[in-house]
């Protein structure tokens, strides 16, 4: 058996849409797709603005830079922000890009997120802005976090490119932020091939957003946002931001719009799925299994190797190898363990045990939008047998 990391959730409705697209010969972002796509990923998780870009990558970049350009107490080089020390690489990339000081929260092992309680106690004058990540499907304490960041009067970004469906207290992730990201890679929830969303309910913020996906220019601004006051719709044809293009398609859009019609779905065999995985490794006192609080919406299984049985850690891979069951590093693993780090002003709240732990011990295998009985029970049977 062949057990794969990821498997497509596409049908024949993703198929007709790329038909739709081609037969309509408007293939930018200014077809209409994108458009309906934005405005009905937003009400599916009752926010009030989106904007589609061309991966969760650069959600996260022109967010980080639309808290720059804020007319009121922007975000400036040299500002703390606080991040936890496992996430995918292009959630730190922007921080470091845009000059900040990253200053890093552990994880908690069982949970693989860092901790509110930690993220509060890491809070200095100095930060002005909290970058919460919820990790594969897992849920942070948001409505706390936002409270303390509102006490504050600081920056609450949340990260949710691997979490979309997950809520918690009834609230979809996601939705908490001023900024809030999301991925539509082909590994994720849905499927756009590349893509991502940003939801906000700032309508500044809404706007820089929509100047920076597109070169930095006015013309797709709302309520004359940015014109002149006597500068006619002709002039906004001008560049006030230093943006880039980041800008996503017709294509993409149209099959988001038949993916999301699938999401709740999807997330739905997702989670029976992972019910069955922690019936079978329930008792497995070899792993440390995520442990996740509020509804969760993953797309990966994780299994962390105890301090006890380390010396399994290479027989496990190796038989994960031989056996055809495809495994990765959880998310990006941890950021002190990549050469990249070099290139960054970053202090450690807490150090990194935890993280590092992790990263030289964990794994996980996929979650499928499929029934999984026959994988997860060959990939169990196979470990039973590692002694």
Known sequence: MNYSLVSDSWGIEEKNAIKAVIKSNIYTYKGKYVKEFENKFARFFHCKYSVMVNSGSSANLISIASLFYKKKNPLKKGDEVIVPTLSWSTTYYPLQQYGLKLRFVDIDIDTLNASVQNIIKAYTK???LIVAVNILGNPIELSKLRSFCRSKKIYLMEDNCE???AKINGKFTGTFGIVNTFSTFFSHHISTIEGGIILTNDFEIYNLLLALRSHGWTRDLLNNFYLKKNQTKYENYCFALPGYNVRTTNLNAAIGLEQLKKLNKLVKIRRKNHRFFL??????????????????SCFAFTLVVKPKFKYLKNKIF??????KIEFRLITGGSFFKHPVKKY???TKFN???NVDYVHENGFFVG???RDLTKELTFLKNVLNKIK
């Open 367 to 369: 979650n499928h939008p």
């Open 344 to 346: 960054f002003n970053f």
């Open 163 to 165: 979490s979309m469906g």
């Open 351 to 353: 150090g990194s045990k």
């Open 279 to 296: 019936e079978l490794f329930k008792n497995d006192n070899r792993f440390i299994l995520q442990k996740f609080i509020g509804k969760n």
């Open 126 to 128: 100095k930060t002005k």
């Open 318 to 323: 190796k038989t994960l190898h031989k056996n």
